[in-house]
């Protein structure tokens, strides 16, 4: 049984714990599945009203890519645990002779590329999450509007963490190009992710505040 497959108790106490994983680029992704899986309960909400017969396409359209999202982050929670596995073992490698010191080097350079490689993911995942949420606080059932704000929240949060993730594996990277367009993206997901979330939340507190 993977680690997303296991109870909400088994995670948050593995969480707690000194084990290596899951840590926080699994927190961000089980995160960011829950943020996307509140637009969809709202999307789902909507779906059906007479009131909103003129985006039930749309709509379901949202609930659909929404559902993929769901699966691909839930999946991203277990890929980060994988990834992590081999750079902690690198960590203790021995470096007394020149020739171990390479290996070392070149291993490490190899596994912390592999830890980036999910992190960024992560972000990638948020800000499709946060796209949808955008256009479901636009939509979407307003009975349950403030479920957008909530899960765009999620999702905002799960952008910063996979941010972070992505910053502590790059700083063991002495490849240039890699950590150069690793950086531009990460950069432009946070930035624009960051920018539309807080308009989504803004929208949201708008609708509902009287």
Request: proline share 2%; with cysteine; net charge negative.
């Amino acid at each position: 049984m993977t680690m997303s497959e296991k109870s909400c108790d088994y995670f948050l106490d593995e969480l707690a714990s000194k084990a290596a994983v899951p840590g926080g680029g699994g927190a961000a992704a089980m995160g960011g599945a829950i943020g996307m899986a509140l637009s969809n309960m709202v999307g789902n909400l909507t779906i059906g009203k007479k009131k909103y017969a003129d985006v039930q396409d749309e709509v379901k359209a949202l609930v659909e890519q929404g559902s993929v999202v769901i699966t691909e982050l839930k999946s991203l929670v277990d890929k980060d645990a994988e990834v992590f596995e081999p750079l902690s073992k690198a960590y203790g490698l021995p470096k007394t002779t020149p020739e171990e010191i390479a290996y070392k080097e070149e291993t490490m350079e190899e596994c912390s590329k592999l830890a980036c490689s999910v992190p960024l993911e992560i972000m990638r995942k948020s800000y499709e999450g946060i796209k949808i949420h955008e256009r479901m606080g636009q939509i979407g059932t307003k009975i349950a509007i403030s479920d957008v704000g909530c899960g765009v929240a999620f999702l905002k949060s799960a952008l910063i963490s996979g941010y972070l993730n992505v910053i502590i594996n790059v700083n063991s990277i002495k490849d240039e190009q890699f950590v150069a367009e690793a950086s531009a993206e990460m950069n432009r997901l946070l930035e624009d992710g960051s920018r539309i979330a807080d308009e989504t939340l803004q929208l949201v507190i708008d609708k509902i505040k009287k």
